[in-house]
C-alpha cells in the first residue's frame, strides 16, 4: 500500500483494508494507511464488527469509513448442508450482494 501511494500519489485512490485485528499505534499497515491518508487517499477498512481493533475501527470512521462485515454475511459466506446424521447446518440459498447499503470514504 505504501509504495502505491508514493509511486502514484499524483492521483490517490481509496485504499480498502480486509483485517480485524492488526491496531498497533505507529506501527503496521494501520500507520500506513494513517500516512496515506494524509496524502490524500480515501481508507474503508472491512472487518466483522465484534473482531476488529475498536480504535482502528473508530480511526476509520472518522477519517474513511468502517464497512462491517455482519451486513453482508448472507452475501459473503457459503454453507451447505451437513452430512446425513451430522446437523449442523442446514443448507442456505445464496443472497444477492447489496452494495448500495455499504458505507463509503
Not at 457459503?78 to 443472497?95: H, K, Q, T
Amino acid at each position: 500500500m505504501l509504495e502505491d501511494a508514493l509511486d502514484y500519489n499524483g492521483d490517490p485512490g481509496v485504499a480498502v483494508l480486509l483485517t480485524g485485528a492488526g491496531y498497533l499505534e505507529g506501527a503496521g499497515f494501520h500507520s500506513t494507511l494513517q500516512r496515506m491518508h494524509k496524502r490524500g487517499w480515501r481508507v474503508e477498512i472491512l472487518s466483522w464488527a465484534h473482531s476488529c481493533n475498536q480504535r482502528m475501527r473508530r480511526w476509520a470512521e472518522e477519517n474513511g469509513a468502517f464497512v462491517a462485515l455482519d451486513d453482508f454475511y448472507d452475501s459473503i459466506t457459503f454453507m451447505e448442508p451437513s452430512r446425513p446424521g451430522f446437523e449442523i447446518a442446514f443448507a442456505r440459498d445464496p443472497a444477492e450482494l447489496d452494495l448500495s447499503r455499504r458505507p463509503t470514504a
